[in-house]
């Protein structure tokens, strides 16, 4: 049966214009020769949003740079709240915002609003952070000296965001840099320019309320990777945090080590799991099922391999493609809806070759294939599970849609070899109520990746913990933890408070 969709009749592009006036985006963002804004649900153009021209954008990043003179010198815990007035508008603007989520990038509602809730969580982070940003009295070896580290605002933030979390991560950059002192300049994917333009709006609600927020302190520039690549090469910009695909980062990242400019970079996962013999299966299921599907498969977290032990294989493979046959696809506006559409066309397309490719090597695909019958152009697909005989060919690569490649395995060393034999690091996990096999899995000879978890999927971070991953990941972090200290510089202040000037190392240098 197909899934019922309910709201198919309300146009999502007058809904989305609604939101974006109530919101306080001005008319002059949109222009009729921008570029179009469309709606990933039913393929219509929301909007045309004017594009940043580089003239603009090397301006943006002028001011901002002069803010970030003038922020500095505030004291953190009062740019903490300018921070804690952010939280309080996006708390107020939440509905709305996790709405526009859900039409421009086609997430389901309860993700739309917890990508918000994200935001909101992030900034009570910052505010807390904005009293805590600790440097450290180190003992010296000089008599009546001091020796201590200080953390100083290192100045504009660049941002450059990815079409799947489209708010979020902006926020995780935004309130900490805020807090730490920096200006930011935020460069959104091109797939998702109103809800960039929306949060600004927000932000900008409440700098109001703040008063004397600098000019320039927070900038966005509207436009394709031609825009991207301007804030990557301005040499104004001393840190950029870069989210998306690792070609992107393959391509930032060398431009940005050429100019010594500190790289903050999030890119693509090959996310696995483990489960093991003595898995709750129950469990397990509900967390591969999420993990696997949510978000139409489009996270960085999204669970693309499955190990599953030779023992259990039989009692939970057969469950899941159950599982995969059943979830329901639609609309993601719809109450029930699990998987909405994909971002775009050419996501389809990619799904379709590693499916056709995992087919020539040995595959077995359950589902797979467009969803058609849905109303407008929007471009939906069935979640496709995989039985692979081996760890090959597509195997190995991120594509961004929803695939899960099953596999089996019977010894537990080979099959954490196998974990980390891909070139991301980004997300893990196991299913074991073993001890050992939970343990060795965490430790320094298990998972390889920034995240590794035991009884829950890959996906769904929390901000408390520092988010990011090793190798073609990037080795960035963000979020919570001490991440902070990307966005700040250090200096190690020595201070002679004595008369004699005792040299290091015993060093004499008597003139
Ligand atoms: P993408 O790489 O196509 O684009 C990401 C952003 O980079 C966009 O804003 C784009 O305009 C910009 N960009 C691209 N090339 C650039 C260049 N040469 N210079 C400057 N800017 C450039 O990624 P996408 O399709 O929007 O997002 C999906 C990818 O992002 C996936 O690979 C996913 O795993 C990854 N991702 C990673 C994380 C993480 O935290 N590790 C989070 C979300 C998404």
């Not at 003992?139 to 020796?147: F, I, N, Q, S, V």
């Not at 920096?182 to 409440?206: G, M, N, Y």
């Not at 510089?489 to 004699?500: C, D, E, H, L, P």
Request: aromatic letters at 6%.
């Amino acid at each position: 049966a197909l899934p019922s969709v309910s709201t198919s009749s309300a146009s999502v592009a007058e809904e989305a214009r609604a939101i974006l006036a109530r919101l306080g985006v001005p008319d002059s963002a949109f222009a009729p020769t921008g570029r179009p804004a469309a709606s990933p649900i039913t393929g219509e153009v929301i909007a045309h949003v004017r594009e940043t021209t580089p003239d603009e954008a090397k301006a943006a990043i002028g001011r901002a740079d002069a803010a970030f003179k003038a922020w500095r010198r505030i004291p953190a815990p009062k740019r903490g709240e300018f921070v804690r007035l952010l939280g309080e508008e996006l708390r107020a603007a939440k509905e709305d915002l996790g709405r526009l989520v859900t039409l421009e990038a086609g997430k389901i509602v309860s993700e739309g609003l917890g990508e918000v809730q994200e935001m909101i969580d992030i900034c009570d982070f910052a505010v807390g952070l904005s009293r805590q940003l600790y440097g450290l009295t180190i003992a010296t070896e000089r008599a009546d000296h001091r020796m201590m580290e200080t953390w100083h605002p290192l100045g504009v933030c660049g941002v450059i965001s990815a079409f799947n979390f489209p708010v979020a991560v902006w926020s995780w950059n935004a309130a900490l840099a805020l807090v730490c002192g920096d200006s930011v300049v935020w460069k959104p994917s091109e797939k998702t320019l109103l809800t960039a333009l929306a949060t600004h709006a927000i932000a900008e609600r409440a700098a109001k309320r703040f008063g004397g927020v600098p000019e320039g302190l927070l900038e966005v520039l509207l436009g394709g990777r031609e825009i991207g690549e301007i804030l990557v090469e301005d040499h104004r910009v001393p840190v950029l945090s870069a989210t998306g695909s690792t070609a992107m980062g393959r391509q930032v990242g060398p431009k940005l080590a050429a100019r010594f400019a500190r790289a903050i970079l999030e890119l693509g996962g090959n996310n696995a799991a483990i489960v093991a013999p003595s898995a709750d299966l129950d469990l397990a299921l509900r967390g591969i099922a999420f993990a696997a599907m949510g978000t139409a498969g489009q996270r960085c977290t999204t669970l693309r391999r499955l190990f599953v032990h030779d023992s259990v294989y039989d009692q939970l493979v057969p469950r899941l493609v159950k599982v995969y046959g059943s979830a329901k696809i639609g609309d993601p506006r719809t109450e029930g809806t699990l998987i909405g559409p994909l971002i775009d066309k050419a996501a389809f397309e990619g799904m379709e070759r590693a499916l056709d490719e995992a087919r020539s090597v040995g595959g077995t695909v359950h589902g797979g294939g467009r969803y058609t019958d849905m109303p407008g152009d929007g471009v939906y697909v069935r979640p496709a599970l995989v039985e692979m005989p081996e760890q090959t060919g597509p195997v190995l690569r991120e594509t961004f849609a929803p695939i899960l490649y099953v596999m089996r395995y019977t010894d537990f060393d080979q099959v954490i070899e196998l974990h980390n034999a891909v070139g991301a690091g980004l997300s893990s996990s196991i299913f074991t109520l073993n001890l050992r096999e939970a343990e060795t899995f965490v430790s320094a000879v298990g998972s390889d990746c920034g995240i590794a978890n035991v009884n829950i999927g890959p996906s769904g971070a929390e901000i408390g913990g520092a988010f990011g991953g090793e190798k073609e990941t990037g080795g960035g972090r963000e979020s919570g933890s001490d991440a902070w200290k990307a966005y700040m510089r250090r200096a190690t202040n020595t201070i002679n408070f004595g008369t004699s000037l005792p040299l290091a190392q015993g060093v004499k240098f008597d003139v």
